[in-house]
């Protein structure tokens, strides 16, 4: 059994900022990707940004040079910190997990999501 839990939304005025935390526990052997995506009312869950195990980065159009995605191994921890937030960054924001096992077994896991505001 595993468990992904976010942390770290909230109201931001724009042009502030906010960091996203999730952390993955539970049964599993390693991890193979971690990642944010966002959902804003009456729109499909897009990808903001993934991080790899490899420590590369993937970010949407919309997130390159505002925010920063990051992974702390020893704590199975990503982070995503957000800059210079817009009314349009308003979303339910999701981190997704995939775990991994040495039978080439996979598992992807989402969380329960935390809310980001962004309003003046």
């Known amino acids: 059994q595993v468990q992904v839990v976010e942390s770290g939304g909230g109201l931001a005025q724009p042009g ?3 960091r996203l935390s999730c952390t993955a526990s539970g049964r599993f052997h390693s991890i ?3 990642g944010w995506y966002r959902q804003a009312p009456w729109k499909q869950r897009e990808l903001v940004a993934v991080i790899p195990n490899n ?3 993937n970010y949407a159009e919309s ?3 505002r925010f920063t995605i990051s992974m702390d191994n020893a704590k199975n921890t990503v982070y ?3 800059n ?3 009314p349009e960054d ?5 981190c997704n997990t995939v ?4 039978t080439g077994a996979t598992l992807s896991s989402w969380g329960q999501g935390t809310q980001v505001t962004v309003s003046s």
Do not use: C, D, I, R
Request: overall charge positive.
């Open 84 to 86: 210079n937030l817009a």
């Open 90 to 94: 308003t979303a339910v924001y999701y």
């Open 32 to 34: 193979k990707e971690m």
């Open 16 to 18: 502030g900022s906010l």
């Open 99 to 102: 775990f991994g096992w040495p």
């Open 55 to 57: 420590g590369t980065t």
């Open 63 to 65: 997130a390159k040079g």
């Open 80 to 82: 995503l910190q957000m």
